[in-house]
Each structure stands twice: as structure tokens, then as C-alpha cells.
């Protein structure tokens, strides 16, 4: 099979991935994600309508929300997973088919004639599967457009993807908004339309990064509410003689139920990738058998996994393909999926903690080493006098937001470079992987306020944002009026989510890179340009004297 993806920043020379994913992603996976899209899009044309009867349903809301996740990339490499949530997407399907139409009859309206995706059904057959993605891959679905129409129907699709996926981690702790749902579904059900004029599509971007703020906001509350508020925390980065479990991902309610399982059954935990800012939450703090962090970013986990002594717990995307070394000692969960790997259904972790106890575990403690994580919006804006007293001062004279998703392109060293260069009379606020590039580097203080403020996951995205807004307000000036760049590096739909809110805000001046999107046709680009003065990154000298000037 052929197969056409281009939704991440390392497709293939920057056009798409046409034959094998740079990710790991076969054609036939390919395909399936195509048709899960199709099928979402169906839904969400009925649920659309129903909703406007009164007809509000949990199930097909989150059934709408896991499957968008569970296509992002990096999360899910099982095609039989692909299957079976396809049929699930047909049960949904049918399920809000038959809400919208009792609820017509018990209103005396005629019901609407669905056309389209809504007229999808499922079948156990997978070639017939296979066909349907094909028919609805992006070529196909884009071909009749205008390539620009296309291009911003991209970015609405992987901006939705992302705050489909921010939203699922909320849910997994009990978090919902329904005007979230629903203008999922608005938007999808506006994407089937034979007629989007231009005009109306930027206006549906503008209105996703709208929602994803409300999405992140919801996110942060889910987070603190439950965890409390992070708080200033050496996070060790060695480790510790014991039996070993390291969890990597982005989800804290599954380091937390984990947490509770291996309470006093003699096993280290470790956070690994995303998950370091855990250890700056004092709900997680609390368990003492939460060691610290093991290895760095997402890509390495090839490498780091292979090393390390114990069982590997895979929470959300980011996965690699696992190697045979720890083939048998790695499960994922949730949407998370590779084909042969063993995969925990809810929070049973019984199977990987006993794999843990078999392992040899870390043999002998290795010399302490520490960075300092948990600078969330609360601890920020406690110092918050402090830090206008340095502006003022002139102490301060410049913010630099550089973080976002890494990638494993040699010349990402470009945020290194960017980080150390740029002067010890400002503070970099960072989060995301992208910070891997640089956290461990010594950025020393301004009387005692840390040049380097490591503001977590890229779901605590939202902290940089309020505390851009918060520093504004205290200057009595807007955000793009601050002494405040943004440089933004971008891997996959999440971060798409967040550059769409960042513009929503009416952010200016933002460089984004190491490569643009390659979804972005050039006049969508050069309206982005015009409305936000959006930039590529470039020659670090060339980009942080711009950023004084």
C-alpha cells in the first residue's frame, strides 16, 4: 500500500511520509487513522444536530475524543487496536444516529439526511477497511479543494487532534466541558460542507485556539485540583539501587494509581520524558518510592529503555518501536498501542510490577545529581513583585519562552544555542521536551530568581500563558508590548493546538521551527505572515538581535 502522511514536523523531506512513516507508522496504520477521521467526522455531523435538540451524550463525546488522540503521532502502532476502535467509532455512530433520531420524534421535527461519513458502517472485513482509508486518505479528501482551503482544513484538523488530546488526559481525571464537545463537532461537521469559503475556516482556526485555551485552562485545573499546585523541587536525575519501574508519557493519574500499586512493595518508580514535571507536584511527592528521572527526551528511549534494569510503563504518546531488548518488559496503555506489546486495560498494573520483581533493578545507588523542576504559574506569580522590582531595575530586560516539542534532527541544537546565548540579563521560561536541549545546563539567577524556569509538560502550556497576561497587566502594557519572544519548537498536533491559541491571543513575532509545517500551503503561510508576522527560525545571531532590537 501507498500511504500519505505529513501531520508531524519530521515527515519525510518535508513533504510526507509516502511509504513508510519516519515514525514507524505502516501504510495499512495509515490508512485506519484515515477512516477513524472519516468516521469522527460522521459522528460529529449527527452529534452536531442532536446536540441542538437537547441530546448531550458522555459516551459519544469520549469515544469522539480518545479515537482523535489515539491518532496523533507516536501513540498508537497496533493496527488490530485500529480495527477495534473503528468498531467502536460504528457503534458510536449508530449510537448518536439513534439519540438524534428520537429526539426528533419526540419533538415532531423530520430528521436531517446524512450524507457522507455519516453514512459509513463498519466491516469485519480488514481489506474492505483498508479500502475505505484509502478512499478517504488526504490526497483523496483534499483533491477537489482549493489547495489553500485544504491547507487550513489541515491545521484545524491537527489543532482539534491536539485539544482532543489535552482534553482526554482532563477526562482521565474527571475533568469535562461540554462546550469543548461540542465545538469539536461543530467544526468537524463544518469540514464535510461542500462550501468553505476562506474566510470562514480562519475564523474556525482562530475559534480552535480558543477552545484549546479553555481545554488548557481545564487541563491546568485538573491537574492542580488533584495534585496541588507544583512547587520548587530538586528532581534527582540518578539512580538508586532497587527493582525499577520508569513511566513515560504525559499522564499523572497513571503515575499516581501506579504510585498507590507499588507502595511498599519494595520498587523504585522513575518518570522518564515528559513526565519529569511529576516530581514537582506534592500529591506525587509524596511517595517516597518516587525516586526522580531517568534518561531525557522521547527519542532516546531506544537507547534508555535497552539500559534500563526493570519494567517500562508507556502512559500517552510519545512511543518509539520497541526493541527486543525490552520487548518483553514494556506496556502501554490507554490509546497507547504497538502491536506484540503487552497492554493494561484501566489501572491494572499487576503484570508490570511483577515484571519489575523479576528484573535485576538498579544494582548500586549512583552519585547524586539534580535539576530543578516544578515552576508552574503559582510559583511563578509568588515572586511575581520580585521579578517587576528586577524589570524595573533593568535587571531583567528580557523574557524568552523557548520550548515546545524536540525532535531528534541534529540541527534542533538550534534552541541550545539560542538558550545559551541569550544573555544573563533575562529568564527563559521553558516547557515541553524541547527543554531537554538545554535544562541541564547551569543559567545561574538574577538575585536569586532562576535565569532557567522550567515550567513543565507541554500540556502546562497554559502557565506561560498566564503568566505572560499576569506580567502585562503589572506593566500596564499588552503581551506583544513586553520584553517577551517566543521561540517555539514544534514535533506533532499538540503543539499545533498551541500555536493556534497563541495566535487566538493575538500573539505576534513568534518563531517557529526547526522546520515549518509542511501542511501549510504558501498563501496560507503568507496570510499567517501578514496577520502575526509568524517566522521561521533562522541564524541564531540573526534571531536573538532581532529579539533587542
Not at 75 to 94: C, E, P, S, W
Not at 469 to 498: G, M, Y
Request: some cysteine; hydrophobic content about 40%; overall charge negative.
Amino acid at each position: 500500500m501507498s500511504m500519505f502522511c505529513y501531520q508531524c514536523e519530521q515527515t519525510s523531506r518535508g513533504t510526507g511520509c509516502t511509504t513508510m512513516g519516519i515514525c514507524g507508522k505502516e501504510p495499512e496504520t495509515a490508512a485506519l487513522q484515515d477512516l477513524m477521521l472519516h468516521a469522527i467526522k460522521g459522528i460529529s455531523m449527527i452529534a452536531h444536530r442532536a446536540r441542538a435538540l437537547g441530546v448531550n451524550d458522555a459516551q459519544v463525546n469520549r469515544e469522539t475524543f480518545a479515537s482523535l488522540f489515539l491518532t496523533l503521532t507516536n501513540v498508537n502502532f497496533d493496527k488490530y487496536a485500529h480495527v477495534a476502535d473503528l468498531r467502536k467509532l460504528d457503534a458510536t455512530l449508530q449510537r448518536i444516529r439513534t439519540l438524534y433520531a428520537d429526539a426528533c420524534k419526540a419533538q415532531g421535527k423530520t430528521p436531517e439526511l446524512f450524507y457522507g461519513p455519516a453514512e459509513w458502517r463498519f466491516t469485519d472485513d480488514v481489506a474492505t477497511l483498508l479500502k475505505q482509508g484509502e478512499e478517504t486518505s488526504i490526497p483523496n479528501r483534499l483533491a477537489k479543494l482549493n489547495p489553500d482551503v485544504g491547507s487550513m482544513q489541515e491545521l484545524i484538523v491537527y489543532g482539534i487532534k491536539g485539544l482532543a488530546a489535552y482534553a482526554h488526559h482532563a477526562c482521565m481525571l474527571s475533568y469535562e466541558d461540554d462546550a469543548v464537545y461540542a465545538f469539536v463537532h461543530e467544526a468537524l461537521d463544518y469540514l464535510t460542507k461542500e462550501e468553505q469559503p476562506l474566510d470562514v475556516l480562519v475564523t474556525l482556526a482562530m475559534r480552535t485556539g480558543e477552545c484549546n485555551l479553555r481545554v488548557m485552562e481545564m487541563l491546568d485545573r485538573a491537574h492542580t485540583e488533584t495534585f496541588g499546585h507544583p512547587v520548587p523541587s530538586q528532581a534527582r536525575l540518578t539512580p538508586k539501587a532497587g527493582k525499577a519501574i520508569v513511566v513515560s508519557g504525559h499522564d499523572l493519574k497513571a503515575l499516581y494509581e501506579l504510585l498507590k500499586q507499588t507502595e511498599g512493595k519494595g520498587v523504585n518508580v522513575y518518570t522518564h520524558g515528559e513526565m519529569l514535571p511529576a516530581l514537582g507536584y506534592p500529591g506525587l511527592k509524596r511517595f517516597s518510592h518516587l525516586i526522580g528521572h531517568y534518561g531525557g527526551p522521547w527519542q532516546n528511549q531506544q537507547r534508555e529503555f535497552a539500559e534500563f534494569p526493570g519494567a517500562i510503563l508507556m502512559t500517552t504518546n510519545c512511543l518509539k518501536e520497541p526493541l527486543r531488548e525490552y520487548n518483553d518488559r514494556i506496556f502501554t496503555m490507554d490509546v497507547v498501542g504497538w502491536e506484540g506489546v503487552q497492554h493494561i486495560e484501566g489501572y491494572d498494573y499487576s503484570k508490570l510490577i511483577a515484571r519489575a520483581l523479576e528484573m535485576p533493578g538498579f544494582p548500586a545507588d549512583v552519585p547524586e545529581q539534580f535539576i530543578t523542576v516544578g515552576f508552574g504559574h503559582n510559583a511563578v506569580l509568588s515572586v511575581a513583585d520580585k521579578v517587576l522590582e528586577l524589570v524595573k531595575a533593568g535587571k531583567i530586560n528580557h523574557f524568552y519562552v523557548i520550548g515546545g516539542c524536540d525532535g531528534a534532527e541534529s540541527y534542533r541544537d538550534y534552541f541550545t544555542r539560542f538558550a545559551t546565548s541569550t544573555g544573563d540579563d533575562s529568564v527563559i521560561l521553558t516547557m515541553g521536551c524541547g527543554k531537554y536541549r538545554f535544562n541541564k545546563l547551569e543559567f545561574g539567577d538574577i538575585e536569586g530568581i532562576p535565569r532557567l524556569l522550567d515550567l513543565g509538560q507541554c500540556n502546562d502550556s497554559y502557565s506561560a500563558v498566564k503568566i505572560a497576561v499576569a506580567l502585562a497587566e503589572a506593566l500596564d502594557t499588552d503581551v506583544n508590548s513586553l520584553p517577551l519572544s517566543l521561540v517555539v519548537s514544534w514535533f506533532e498536533q499538540k503543539a499545533v493546538a498551541v500555536l493556534l491559541t497563541l495566535l487566538h491571543l493575538g500573539l505576534r513575532n513568534i518563531r517557529l521551527g526547526p522546520a515549518l509545517p509542511a501542511f501549510i500551503s504558501p498563501n496560507v503561510l503568507e496570510l499567517l505572515v501578514s496577520n502575526f508576522n509568524i517566522m521561521k527560525t533562522g541564524a541564531v545571531e540573526t534571531d536573538l538581535a532581532a529579539t533587542r532590537a
